[in-house]
């Protein structure tokens, strides 16, 4: 008999809810690990020579989950269709940095330093890392190579209020919009970009990218409507059509609306 899988995951991380989505629509059993709440599972993980969830694993075999089609691959059902096209991924990709920098705006002074749900992340901490997606998207991008270690990017001392955090986006997207200029519009893309889960091809890490930034801007929007706050701008149906999203906006096993320390 084989052995299960088990996804090893961590609260709020949009590619782990993702992927345990994605097996339970193909009715593939594993057990869920939280690498924060589970020592043991943290220490399996690392046994695996593995340093970044989400992972799938069974025995001493593992794929890193951040691309489904590895995924389905890995446990031998159908992968995803093929996304949108490289153009409509930058205009989503724009589209995200606009609405993310408003609702950064919109996070009251209080609770910026309240944590997520299961979570060492404050609310602060979320609405930065939406633009680091993006910058790490940009370091593949320009030849360099796209390290878990961007995603663990904390702001700056002087990046401490919501405004700072919506004018640090705003020089993101300047600088993303740069980036496609050079290209030409797309017509001088590379094949693949370095990432620390392997060789990806543009288009499936500009996917990534945009859906990844689209589900940050989903919890960090609950977040202040949590506040009775009414917000400025939001992701419509339209700005969401064709990206893989999951179906929750946080996480089934640790809702956005429990408890936090």
């Known amino acids: ?10 609260p709020g991380c949009s590619s782990c809810l993702k992927a345990k989505e994605f097996l339970t629509q193909h009715a593939v059993a594993f057990e ?8 043991d599972g943290l220490a399996a993980l690392q046994a695996l020579g593995a340093k970044s969830v989400p992972v ?14 590895d995924v389905a691959v890995f446990v031998g059902v ?4 093929k996304g949108l096209a490289v153009t409509e991924l930058v205009a989503k990709v724009e589209r995200i940095l606009t609405v993310a920098q408003s609702h950064a705006r919109q996070l009251p002074l209080k609770v910026l330093r309240k944590k997520l749900p299961g979570r060492d992340r404050t609310y602060l901490a979320l609405s930065y890392h939406i633009f680091v997606i993006a910058q790490a998207f940009l370091e593949a991008a320009k030849g360099g190579v796209l390290t878990f270690e961007f995603f663990e990017r ?3 001392e002087a990046i401490c209020d919501g405004d700072a955090v919506s004018d640090f986006g705003a020089l993101v997207a300047v600088d993303f919009q740069a980036w496609w200029y050079s290209t030409n519009a797309g017509s001088r893309l590379p094949e693949t970009l370095e990432t620390y889960y392997g ?8 996917e990534r990218t945009a859906w990844h930034m689209a589900q940050h801007t989903r919890q960090l929007a609950a977040v202040i409507e949590s506040l009775n706050i009414t917000l400025s701008d939001h992701l419509s149906t339209a700005d969401l059509a064709g990206l893989p999203l999951p179906d929750h906006v946080y996480d089934d096993e640790v809702p956005l609306n429990a408890e936090t320390r």
């Open 1 to 10: 008999m084989p052995e299960p899988y088990r996804v090893f995951w961590q």
């Open 32 to 39: 869920s690990v939280n690498v924060l709440a589970d020592d």
């Open 56 to 69: 799938v694993s069974q025995g001493q075999r593992f794929v890193f989950a951040q691309n489904l089609r």
């Open 78 to 81: 159908d992968g995803p269709a």
């Open 154 to 156: 904390q702001p700056s």
């Open 199 to 206: 060789a990806q091809s543009v288009d499936d890490l500009l």
